[in-house]
């Protein structure tokens, strides 16, 4: 069994700062990648930042340069930091681990409960 803990979503004025946090607990063979995801009203999810197993990052066009994907291997858990934030950074942001739960075990997706992440003043 598998759960994936956000935490740090909230309500923060335009030019603002937040902290995501997701943690991963449970019987864990290896991750693969962690990465953030958001959907808006009315909108697709979208893929907001990816960090991979060796380190490698991408992040949406829309972000970059405001939002920091980090993670600590350690405690299975991604942080996405975000700086400047907009009032069309509005949206739930989600969690996602790639992981395998053990040998032989195939690649499977992952996903947090959704953080709510309001950008008004």
């Known amino acids: 069994h598998v759960q994936l803990v956000e935490s740090g979503g909230g309500l923060v004025q335009p030019g603002g700062s937040l902290r995501l946090s997701c943690a991963a607990s449970g019987s864990i063979f290896s991750i693969n990648a962690m990465g953030w995801y958001r959907q808006a009203p009315g909108k697709e999810r979208e893929t907001v930042a990816v960090i991979r197993g060796v380190g490698s990052t991408n992040y949406a066009d829309s972000v970059k340069g405001r939002f920091t994907i980090s993670r600590d291997s350690a405690k299975n858990t991604v942080y996405l930091q975000m700086n400047s934030l907009k009032p069309e950074d509005t949206a739930v942001y989600y969690c996602?681990?790639?992981?395998?739960?053990?040998?032989?075990?195939?690649?499977?997706?992952?996903w947090g409960q959704g953080t709510q992440v309001t950008v008004s003043s």
């Open positions: 996602n681990v790639k992981m395998i739960l053990g040998f032989g075990r195939p690649l499977n997706d992952y």
